[in-house]
């Protein structure tokens, strides 16, 4: 695939606008699923503990902090549900398609 093809785009903002959507999409359309087993161990090992046991308690790798501290907040504010739980991640993940792109577009800009 020639990736060149993306630098020469005229409306880059467009497809940004498109990508972003879509991953807002995707990632929204899982806000509902079922807890998985790593979710629920973030959930009652460190979030539900507390915002102590979340900043504090590192004896398993699972525990990353400023995910957990967040989950903390968002439980905290929004309720006991499994989009609460996942709101952060969401929140985080979709932020991450514009994030990427105003970096590849200032290290990789052509000229």
């Not at 460190?46 to 308690?57: K, N, P, T, Y």
Request: proline share 6%; charged share 10%; with cysteine.
């Amino acid at each position: 695939m020639d990736y060149r093809l993306f630098a020469k785009l005229k409306c880059p903002r467009t497809l940004l606008a498109f990508l972003f959507l879509a991953g807002a999409v995707l990632r929204f359309a899982s806000l509902n699923k079922p807890v998985t087993y790593d979710e629920a161990y973030t959930y009652i090992g460190f979030a539900s503990q507390g915002l102590w046991a979340a900043l504090s308690d590192y004896s398993l790798p699972n525990n990353h902090i400023l995910h957990s501290i967040l989950v903390v907040f968002s439980i905290g504010l929004l309720g006991n549900a499994p989009w609460a739980l996942r709101l952060p991640a969401f929140l985080a993940g979709t932020a991450l398609i514009p994030t990427v792109y105003v970096f590849g577009s200032r290290f990789y800009s052509p000229g």
